[in-house]
């Protein structure tokens, strides 16, 4: 599996950015998806999960109510819409996905099989 993140880029405080990630060599409809996020000098960190069975969803209570993930089945990409973005959201955003995760660690980077490469996000006035 390959994963391709795109649609970073800098933005001010209050504006939106959606993320998208999109997968060859496998369907993300076998896969769960999840998004992380590293600020520099930081430890990689959960931000959402898109999981299986049921796409159901998880977040990060920091972005709770302001980011929202959901899938195009037709174009096999996972879209993470950024709305209301902080300063604080500043940071490289990558997409993994794993074809088993357990929800109760959607938020744990080893959960996950295969990584993109990160997309650049930065918030700022």
């Known amino acids: 599996v390959q994963l391709q993140a795109s649609g970073g880029g800098s933005v001010q405080p209050g504006q939106s950015l959606r993320l998208s990630c999109v997968a060859s060599?496998?369907?993300?409809?076998?896969?769960?998806t999840g998004w992380f996020r590293q600020a520099p000098g930081k430890d990689r960190e959960f931000v959402a999960a898109l999981m299986l069975p049921g796409s159901a969803t998880y977040y990060t209570d920091s972005v709770k109510g302001r980011f929202t993930i959901s899938r195009d089945r037709a174009k096999n990409t996972v879209f993470p819409q950024m709305n209301s973005l902080k300063p604080e959201d500043t940071a490289i955003y990558y997409c993994?996905?794993?074809?088993?995760?357990?929800?109760?660690?959607?938020?744990?980077?080893?959960?996950?099989?295969?990584w993109g490469q990160g997309t650049q996000v930065t918030v700022s006035s």
């Open positions: 993994a996905v794993a074809p088993r995760v357990i929800v109760s660690s959607a938020a744990t980077s080893s959960s996950y099989d295969y």
């Open positions: 060599g496998r369907s993300f409809s076998d896969l769960s």
